[in-house]
């Protein structure tokens, strides 16, 4: 098997819709029988309950701080296809444990590695902020999806996020890509949002995913009961148009 591609998905701005496209295109591309790694990455937990897992014995914070071969900590999930690496509040002190050991950004790197032909896809699940969990997801990562809301901070917080990927690029990964930017929570009656995307589309054209992920109620009750929204309601909206970008994906990249 090919190494597995890996994308991590971040922004270091909250309640963008991040944990949601990591859960719901690692289904997606499950679905469709590619073999999937979720690894959520952040202390919050919200990508292993996003995928109905809400009791751990073992998490992603025993990989990172080598305490156990990322292997033993993978746990299945209702997908055969898609295995999951959890997470708890437990990671939350990794940011400070990581400080004083060597190569410190690149645990997650090294913890990765014997998995690489294991999975055709690893999705990450990045905290919001560019602590050195982030860190260490962006220097093992192949692509980096952004998912943006649309809103009036849009804009600065991005070209923020851009240049830091740039220096994590020019430092640490110089094969670093930007899978594109990913519009989401998007309501094309709202003035606001429409004046956003079109400023994004004017300022990053070229990084702009074609596919934008709706402003959508079936979304937030998905997740309140631990399903993705494809199979919570496979033609609500919201799953509609992260099938759609599904498709693009694989399509485009011919993964």
Known sequence: MKKSKIICV????GGVGK???????????????????????????NATTGVGIFHLKHTVYEALMHLRPLQDVIIKTFLPCL???????ELAGAEIELVP???????????????????????????????????????ACDFVLIPLQCEFY?????SR?????????????????ILG????????????????????REYFKHLILPVEIPRNIKIAEASSHGKPI?????KSLGALRYLELTHYLLTIYSW
């Open 10 to 13: 971040m922004n270091q701005k």
């Open 19 to 45: 944990t949601t496209t990591a859960v719901n295109l690692a289904t997606a591309f499950a679905a469709v029988e590619h073999k999937v790694l979720l690894i959520d990455l952040d202390p919050q937990g």
């Open 83 to 89: 295995k999951l690496v959890g997470s708890n509040n």
């Open 101 to 139: 050991l060597l190569d410190r950004e690149k645990h997650l790197l090294s913890a990765i590695e014997a998995l690489k032909t294991k999975y055709q896809y690893i999705f990450i699940d990045c905290p919001p902020s560019l602590g050195l969990l982030t860190l260490n997801a962006l220097v």
């Open 154 to 158: 849009a804009l600065d917080g991005l």
């Open 161 to 177: 996020l851009l240049a830091n990927v740039q220096t994590i690029r020019q430092t640490f990964n110089p094969d670093l890509k």
């Open 181 to 200: 930017i990913l519009l989401t929570m998007y309501d094309g009656r709202c003035l606001l949002n429409q004046q956003v995307a079109q400023n994004v």
């Open 230 to 234: 494809i199979f919570y309601d496979r």
